[in-house]
């Protein structure tokens, strides 16, 4: 089967960047490029409540996962390749949760799974999709971080055994590089990083300030796409699309593959 996943960070307005114009840059680059499935993050109340908001914009293609429509950290599928099976969110238990001077709390730290099936084939696969901590306490955020990677482990193998299901993604902004703390025990849990397995691939950082170019290298990238799973994955491409810099502080970034 062909599957194409993308995730991208698109940089909440609660507390940081108002959405302004930004949510239909987004909706321009995901309606453009067409991921089979899509994972967000920062998407918080001010991008549901938007004059023309993105999950509307983006309708006519993609179904939200799940009936709240609250989540941060969202999946989306594209409703004529997919349907959704099962889902549900769950919180990090050390994430660092942020008040707000407009009320409520901040829902960044969580994963939202959705165990999804191909609609011609039948065939499933499990994608959580998560956004790990960032605090200013440097040695509290690799302690979050630790915790949440082991959580989000964890998770990934009790879904695939409760599901029985033998391909699982887990993609999304996880604030830290290839080699740090959470990704490098994924890493040494039986996850791949799709990025390392891709025929094609670009060398760029994944974020910057708002409007300015991309970090460094892929040695920088904060966001990826790693893959668990005895079911044999091809990657075709790996990308990092850098042409929306007025969006986010983060670029979208996608994986196209062969899932046998």
């Known amino acids: 089967m062909e ?6 960070n698109v940089l909440n307005g609660w ?4 959405i302004g114009e930004r949510d239909d840059l987004a909706a321009e680059v995901i309606l453009s490029e067409r991921p089979h499935v899509l994972c967000l993050q920062e998407f918080d109340p001010c991008y549901r409540m938007a004059d023309a908001p993105l999950q509307e914009l983006i309708a006519s293609r993609y179904t939200e996962v799940g009936d709240a429509h609250t989540s941060w950290n969202p999946i989306f599928y594209d409703h004529n390749k997919l349907r959704a099976v099962e889902f549900s969110e769950v919180p990090f238990a050390r994430g660092t949760v942020y008040n707000y001077s407009q009320g409520g709390l ?4 969580t994963i939202f799974y959705a165990l999804l099936e191909t609609l011609d084939t039948g065939k499933r696969f499990l994608v959580l999709n998560l956004h790990y901590d ?5 040695e509290l955020c690799l302690e979050n971080q630790a915790d949440e990677s082991r959580q989000a482990v964890a998770l ?4 695939s055994a409760q599901y029985g299901v033998d391909a699982l993604f887990v993609t999304g902004d996880y604030n830290a590089r290839i080699d740090g703390v959470p990704t490098a025990y994924m890493l040494q849990n039986g996850f791949v990083d799709t990025h390392a397995l891709a025929a094609e691939r670009d060398d760029r950082g994944s974020c910057s300030k708002l409007g300015e170019p991309l970090w460094g290298g892929y ?7 790693l893959y668990r799973g005895t079911r044999p994955l ?9 042409s929306i810099r007025a969006a986010s502080d983060h670029a979208p970034v996608f994986a196209e593959m062969t899932l046998a």
């Open 106 to 109: 901040s829902g960044f730290r």
């Open 15 to 18: 507390n940081t960047t108002k």
């Open 219 to 225: 040695d920088a990238a904060i966001d990826h796409i």
């Open 3 to 8: 599957l194409k996943i993308m995730t991208f």
């Open 156 to 159: 990934a193998e009790q879904l």
């Open 134 to 138: 960032m605090c200013k306490d440097r």
């Open 234 to 242: 091809t990657v075709h491409r790996y990308q990092t699309v850098d």
